[in-house]
């Protein structure tokens, strides 16, 4: 037992890695890859993170607290581990009859990097063996984070939140708001090894209101300022999503929301830029939302799941895809949702709205569907996962699905380069200008019989070409 606690006891001295005594109350201190001359400096991440939150032989002579932040400055360097750093709330047990249970919040250290192409912090997999979720960075219920100018890389989650609003801490629940703010930061994901077939730049676990919990809403926020969240699918991968929300409310402010596919992506991977389910709630201003398979060949299947398409998806809000948690909010304006098939025999998916008290409101926001010949672009859908909810319908009421959007005009529609309409929606919700409509013997001396009409996207009442023609009412 002596010889093991020895052990253990080295493997944290090693982990910690200070390069000499670091004053117990700092308030500012160095991530460097080499330490010579410099004080309060650290050379592993990881352990920085057990100095702040415990977990240390010589942690910090108190956590960092609302009214006591602590500054980490990283220098340049590629920074590689093969533990998961976090940042742990807790319920802390405090002596006495009966002994009180207190919650103690933890967080409140902004990490700031040299630039996100000179400061990376990289989580490395440890094979088979490795049983921890494989993580750049977690946060359990830990509030007031901030992270700045820096990357975060991992071969699974770049960064998982737990908690969202609120952290369950065994026979009792404690409320606890997960915040966090982002600028100029990667968050990378690879999905080419790992415990389980994720990837995903960021993901929130553990919500208030999962089955058996009886907290009421206290959502999570977070805040990202010109940041970009990439997952690049390799062979690992089943599941690959590059934000996933389900916990907490984010603001989006620039940066790109990106999924991409490799030569190395499988066949049936669920493959979406951006998921929001339960109670995720995404606003984003002026981002870039993006799926793409152009890195891939001969891939199908993916989002099999997904009644009304298979295919790469920008935007899913509502159900998730691998569990029944339906709900989510997405707010996108000036934003662009962007989707390419590449040459892969798929069909692809700017917004999905599932059945579920959802709103998917993109007033203002930009749309590019490509996919190869015979594929069907789509620019909005209305999915619903039937079973998972007997009696629903694509067109539920409470799923709100408010895009409209109007294309460029031309001589033929959106996405054709012939008389043929290849382009699916939802109803009353697209519109285009036809610049040659014959005025069919109605025309004034000296027209051409060339004339603009616009059209709405009605496909109820005209299957066949799925566009209405409001000057005549007839279909087109």
Known sequence: ??????????????????????????????????????????????????????????PRATPPSE????????????????????????????????????????????????????????????G????????????????????????????????????????????????????????????????????????????????HDEPGTTMGVVKGLHYFFDSRLIVEVGDFANNA???RASCAETWFFGGEIAVEATDETKHGVNFTALEISNNGDVRAFGTRIRSDTRGAAGLSGLNANVPGGVGPIGVLVGQQLDSIRPGGVLHLHGSSIEVYGGANALD?????????????????????VEVAPAQVPQRVVRACFGPANPGCTPADPSALAESPFQWPAGASPPGSTTEANVLESVEGKDLFVETDRSCAGSCNPGEDGNRAHLMIYNPTSCPSTGWRDVVTGACR
């Open 1 to 58: 037992m002596r010889r093991f606690t020895f052990v253990l006891a080295l493997v944290l001295f090693l982990c910690v890695n200070p390069a000499s005594a670091v004053d117990p109350n700092a308030s500012v201190v160095q991530l460097r890859k080499n330490c010579a001359g410099i004080g309060d400096c650290f050379t592993s991440f990881v352990g920085i993170t057990l100095w702040l939150w415990g977990g240390s032989p010589a």
């Open 67 to 126: 009214t006591d932040r602590v500054l980490v400055e990283i220098g340049p360097g590629v920074f590689s581990y093969s533990q998961d750093p976090t940042c742990n709330s807790r319920l802390v047990r405090i002596p006495g009859d009966p002994p009180v249970r207190e919650f103690a919040i933890n967080g409140f250290v902004t990490f700031r990097g040299a630039g996100r192409d000179r400061t990376i912090l990289r989580r490395t997999f440890n």
């Open 128 to 207: 088979p063996g490795d049983d921890s979720f494989v993580a750049g960075f977690q946060s359990i219920g830990c509030d007031g984070l901030e992270f700045h100018d820096l990357t975060i890389e991992s071969p699974q989650y770049a960064t998982i939140f737990r908690g969202g609003g609120w952290l369950d801490q065994g026979d009792d629940g404690t409320r606890a708001r997960t915040t966090s703010l982002w600028r100029n930061v990667d968050l990378r994901a690879t999905g080419d090894d790992g415990r389980t077939p994720n990837a995903s730049a960021w993901t929130e676990e553990r919500c």
């Open 241 to 243: 999503f590059a934000y």
């Open 348 to 368: 692809a998916s700017a917004l999905v709205v599932t059945d579920g008290a959802v709103l998917a409101h993109t007033p203002g926001s930009s749309f590019e």
